[in-house]
């Protein structure tokens, strides 16, 4: 459903929308200090259903027009993906009850959770706090989101609330207590000690045994992941959203909310980034949280990674799978691999990486017990061309994997002699083993040119681990990057693969230089919690 809020000028913005979605029009705020918020006005829901859902939905739009915010209006959830969700500063969820079912899919959820920690406002209403079929340890996550989560209540009735901040945008308006008609709810926990409460409701003022002891925060805002959220419980009833206090708490929460909004968390040096895979976000799931495609986030022609179902007997065991919240990497995800793979098919991509521009990567990594395979291979990426091993020329590319003791190394090959570690394919090999399952940064530089080069290997420092040159050949002809493997193995998929975890994955088209190392390698150790 489209609602259009202006004039027909409008009319070529909104057939642009998706499907369900209304675009709500905006007057210019005169006020030079105020600057326009963007919100997305989500009523997507699995549960019961409101008689004041549409007063919900028209009192945002209401406010959009008052203040000279851009209001899309939608319950559509394809919006939930990181390309769209990324315009706004707020996501509020209005008064959308999921207690019959799921509302998001894992992609939308992901997306959400990548809009939050870029810094970015959300907005609960009433029954947002009702959402309990999401899944997993993403449905923990939204409950901290809300700050707790609604179980019952008693029936409608008044009561008085009780002002705890009275100077906050959000209440600075109210008297020091606010008497209103309301569906009170009862908590699974009291969020008090994680959240800044701005009303509480006095639990004497109404009947019910659906109380919280005493203590009964009832609106609060908090930072959280990276974001503000702001939630009330308040908006069951359709005369409450026509009430001059609720929509003034509503606004000065948005306001609130969005003041945080676009914090900028990005690499601090892309020049010559290629890659970048970032298991936060950009991730395609199917079932059981495989995944069948790792996209890109530098925009380039290397678009994404994808499952890779050819010399497989069952359709779909290549993927591997996401593993979210990880409390360790400071509530990041990772993509777990137990010998699978993604491959990106752009053939010639990465081949100039070892004929002379040279490279620097990096793995946000940890790792498990290795299957006994190829002796010493168990790679975790690499571009390796291995087709035709009667003829020279065949061992081109670079990649990096570990050995059944879990001892790390990298290695870039010319195609220039046979075998597998000789002058031509030099190896470095840390004889000190990765320990299982703790999370680390791993890098590997080789120096641009076209004769002999420097390539180095760090762990968790900007201080070599290990160094070897490296006979360039400007001639050779690497093949298709993969993660989880060192080829595009379709003779023997997963033989030669890793068992462990990737959280980021980064490839630039250049070796960096020391200062620029440090600068990504200070910022890739604080954001994942990795300890040198």
Same mark, same amino acid.
Do not use: C, M
């Given at each position: 459903m489209i609602k259009i809020n202006k004039k027909n000028l409008l009319l070529i913005l909104v057939l642009l929308l998706p499907a369900g979605v209304r675009l709500t029009a905006q007057k210019k705020r005169e006020s030079i200090n105020e600057r326009k918020i963007k919100i997305l006005n989500f009523y997507g829901a699995n549960g019961y259903v409101h008689d004041s859902k549409e007063a919900g939905i028209d009192l945002i739009e209401a406010l959009g027009l008052n203040n000279g915010w851009e209001v899309i209006t939608t319950d559509d959830t394809s919006i939930f993906n990181v390309k769209e969700i990324v315009s706004f500063d707020v996501v509020l969820f209005n008064n959308n009850c999921g207690n019959k079912g799921q509302i998001l899919s894992k992609g939308n959820q992901l997306a959400l959770q990548q809009f939050i920690r870029n810094g970015g406002g959300f907005v609960g209403i009433h029954c947002a706090g009702a959402i309990w079929n999401e899944g997993g340890a993403y449905q923990q996550w939204f409950e901290k989101l809300i700050g707790t989560k609604q179980i019952d209540h008693p029936k409608v009735q008044s009561a008085k609330l009780i002002v705890e901040d009275a100077v906050h945008q959000s209440t600075k308006h109210l008297d020091k207590e606010w008497t209103v008609t309301d569906e009170w709810h009862r908590f699974s926990f009291n969020p008090r000690k994680d959240v800044h409460v701005l009303l509480s409701v006095d639990e004497d003022s109404y009947e019910g045994t659906q109380k919280m002891g005493g203590d009964h925060p009832f609106t609060w805002c908090q930072q959280y992941d990276g974001g503000r959220s702001f939630f009330t419980s308040l908006g069951h009833t359709q005369e409450i959203y026509a009430d001059?206090?609720?929509?003034?708490? $509503?606004?000065?929460? $948005?306001?609130? &909310? &969005?003041?945080?909004?676009?914090?900028?968390?990005?690499?601090? $040096?892309?020049?010559?980034? $290629?890659?970048?895979l970032d298991a936060d976000y950009n991730v395609l799931i199917e079932d059981d949280d495989r995944i069948s495609t790792w996209n890109n986030n530098v925009e380039n022609e290397v678009k994404k990674f994808v499952q890779q179902d050819e010399g497989r007997e069952t359709k779909g065991s290549g993927r591997p799978s996401?593993?979210?919240?990880?409390?360790?990497?400071?509530?990041?995800?990772?993509?777990?691999?137990?010998?699978?793979?993604?491959?990106?098919?752009?053939?010639? &991509?990465?081949?100039?990486?070892?004929?002379?521009?040279?490279?620097?990567?990096?793995s946000i990594m940890s790792v498990y017990k290795q299957v006994k395979g190829k002796p010493g291979v168990n790679s975790f990426f690499g571009n390796l061309r291995n087709t035709n091993l009667d003829k020279q020329g065949q061992y081109e590319g670079f990649w990096g994997g570990l050995n059944i003791e879990n001892q790390v190394w990298m290695s870039s090959r010319n195609g220039l002699q046979k075998g597998t570690w000789n002058d031509d394919s030099p190896q470095i090999l840390i004889e000190e083993p990765l320990q299982k399952s703790v999370y680390y940064l791993i890098m590997g530089r080789l120096d641009s040119g076209k004769e002999t080069v420097t390539m180095e290997m760090f762990i968790n420092h900007t201080t070599p681990v290990g160094t070897k040159e490296f006979p360039v050949n400007p001639n050779s002809n690497p093949s298709k990057m993969v993660i989880g493997q060192e080829r595009d193995a379709t003779n023997h998929p997963g033989v030669e693969s890793f068992d462990g975890e990737i959280a980021r994955f980064l490839i630039f088209e250049r070796p960096l230089s020391d200062a620029e190392l440090k600068t990504v390698v200070d910022y890739l150790m604080l954001k994942y919690n990795i300890n040198k």
């Open positions: 001059s206090n609720f929509r003034n708490l $509503i606004a000065g929460g $948005i306001e609130w &909310a &969005a003041d945080n909004s676009k914090k900028e968390d990005v690499l601090p $040096i892309d020049n010559g980034l $290629i890659l970048d996401l593993k979210q919240n990880i409390p360790n990497l400071n509530g990041h995800n990772s993509v777990v691999f137990h010998r699978q793979e993604l491959v990106n098919h752009n053939e010639d &991509a990465f081949d100039h990486l070892t004929t002379g521009s040279g490279y620097t990567w990096f």
